[in-house]
């Protein structure tokens, strides 16, 4: 008994060892890389969520913040570095701690940028989080479905074009430079989150980057995973169809989680070279993960929710 107790605490030790070890990665390195001369993305490890920042001489525009305060405020000073001006504004592209809980890292009063959905669920379902001073920096500025920001000579371009990871998903449309940041509408070469308690919804999500498809762009930069371009896109939605075919299957012969897990390891395929992301010992997003969320949909064990009303944006 002592031999397994002392097992189990080792065990015990080790994931907290490999958590403390992925903290203190995620907050202490950042890595960026230009995609075009004025445009930079911004990747850390973990899960953090992958931010773009835009320079120009006028201010730069950040989008998404990461997961702690601390990320937050080292991405803000980053972003004045490469513009030499301050940050005009933030976007959060949905509510998710991995890339929003970094907005606190700015100072109360910037212009957060969200839909509406968003912030909603960032009340509701992350309201733990949004308190005391982190509410100083909530979205204030409220997208129902498009709106433009412009910073010195470039043109950036929020769309609400559906369902998808959330309810709220909002696509940047940096137009000069001809790339779009899709959040985690896109996960690249990664299993992706599907959030049904915010409104995500597999059954749409492929519709929504169609819409997607049909601007004017060149490169994607990903919630997560390395920046691709439109083939990129379509091997996602590749996914996305051949995970609701099979939920829908499930649906209609009636068959159990574990019955619809084994017929995805049999024949899935459109995920070749996909990697699991997560916390070590606490959560991973998986093929088994995805196809649970799927049944869950298409049989209806939970349905996506409602969305919150639309009113005017500002």
């Known amino acids: 008994m002592l031999r397994k107790l002392g097992i189990a605490l080792a065990a015990l030790v080790l994931v907290a060892g490999a958590a403390v070890v992925w ?17 930079s993305v911004v990747q850390a490890g973990g899960i953090n969520g992958n931010v773009a920042i835009l320079a120009t001489a006028e201010g730069a525009v950040v989008v998404d913040t990461m997961t702690f ?18 940050v005009t504004a933030v976007v959060n592209t949905h509510y998710h701690l991995d890339h929003a809980h970094g907005n606190p890292g700015f100072p109360a009063g910037t212009q957060v940028v969200a839909t509406r959905q968003t912030r909603e669920y960032m009340l ?38 559906g369902r998808g990871h959330t309810g709220g ?3 940047v449309h940096f137009v000069e ?5 899709l959040g985690d509408l896109l996960f690249n070469g990664r299993y992706p989150n599907v959030d049904l308690e915010a409104g995500g919804s597999i059954a749409a999500w ?11 762009f060149d490169r994607v930069i990903p919630g997560h995973g390395p920046v691709t371009d439109r083939a990129g896109i379509a091997r996602f939605q590749a ?10 299957q499930a649906a209609r012969e009636r068959l159990p989680l574990e019955k619809t897990q084994e017929l995805a390891r049999r024949t899935l395929t459109s995920d070749a070279g996909f990697v699991a992301i997560g916390i070590p010992g606490i959560m991973s997003l998986d093929r088994d993960f995805v196809v649970r969320r799927a049944w869950e949909e298409a049989t209806g064990a939970v349905r996506p929710a409602a969305l919150p009303a639309a009113g005017s944006g500002g």
């Open 124 to 161: 509701t379902l992350d309201a733990g989080y949004w308190s005391g001073k982190n509410a100083d920096t909530l979205p204030n500025y409220l997208v129902d479905a498009q709106h433009e920001l412009r910073v010195g000579r470039k043109t950036v371009r929020l769309l609400h074009l």
């Open 206 to 216: 492929d519709a929504t980057l169609d819409r997607v498809l049909a601007l004017d």
């Open 69 to 86: 305060r601390q990320q937050g405020a080292r991405i803000r000073e980053l972003a004045e570095r490469l513009a030499g001006a301050p």
């Open 239 to 248: 996914f996305l169809r051949e995970v609701w075919g099979i939920a829908e």
């Open 177 to 181: 430079d001809r790339v779009v940041h």
């Open 23 to 39: 903290l203190y990665h995620s907050v202490t390195t950042l890595e960026y890389e230009p995609v075009t001369p004025s445009l």
């Open 169 to 171: 998903d909002l696509v």
